[in-house]
C-alpha cells in the first residue's frame, strides 16, 4: 500500500523560508514522477513543482520560479521542497503526489498522478 506523508508545513512570515518533506512507503520511485500540488480555500488544485526519477529534470509553476526547488533523495524515498522569499499568495495546503505512469506532457496535470499524501498547510501572514 502506498503512503505519502508531508511534513514541514507552518506559519512564517512573508520573505521566510520553510521545507516541505515528503516521505513515501510502498512505493519505489523507479519511473514517472511525483510532484508538489497546493490548493487555497475556494480554489482548485494547482501544480507547484515536479521532478522525473533521474532528478535531471525538473519543473515549476511561474509563480513559484526562482523562489521554489524541489529535490528528491532516492536512498531516502523522500521529494523535498525548498520555498524561499514566500509571499502571502504562497498561502494554501501542499500536497505531495506520485505515479510510475506520468508522462512528460502530464506532469503538471494533478489527474495524471494516483498516489496522494494527506498535505501539509502553509501559511503566510505576518
Known amino acids: 500500500q502506498v503512503q505519502l506523508v508531508e511534513s514541514g508545513g507552518g506559519l512564517v512570515q512573508p520573505g521566510g523560508s520553510l521545507r516541505l518533506s515528503c516521505a513515501a512507503s510502498?512505493?519505489?520511485?523507479?519511473?514517472?514522477?511525483w510532484g508538489w500540488f497546493r490548493q487555497a480555500p475556494g480554489k482548485e488544485r494547482q501544480f507547484v513543482a515536479a521532478?522525473?526519477?533521474?532528478?535531471?529534470?525538473?519543473y515549476y509553476a511561474d509563480s513559484v520560479k526562482g523562489r521554489f526547488a524541489i529535490s528528491r533523495d532516492n536512498a531516502k524515498n523522500t521529494l523535498y521542497l525548498q520555498m524561499n522569499s514566500l509571499k502571502p499568495e504562497d498561502t494554501a495546503v501542499y500536497y505531495c503526489?506520485?505515479?510510475?505512469?506520468?508522462?512528460?506532457?502530464?506532469?503538471?496535470?494533478?489527474?495524471?498522478?494516483?498516489?496522494w499524501g494527506q498535505g501539509t498547510q502553509v501559511t503566510v501572514s505576518s
Open positions: 510502498g512505493y519505489t520511485f523507479n519511473s514517472g514522477a
Open positions: 521532478i522525473r526519477r533521474s532528478g535531471y529534470y525538473t
Open positions: 503526489a506520485a505515479d510510475p505512469g506520468v508522462i512528460l506532457s502530464s506532469v503538471r496535470t494533478p489527474d495524471a498522478y494516483d498516489y
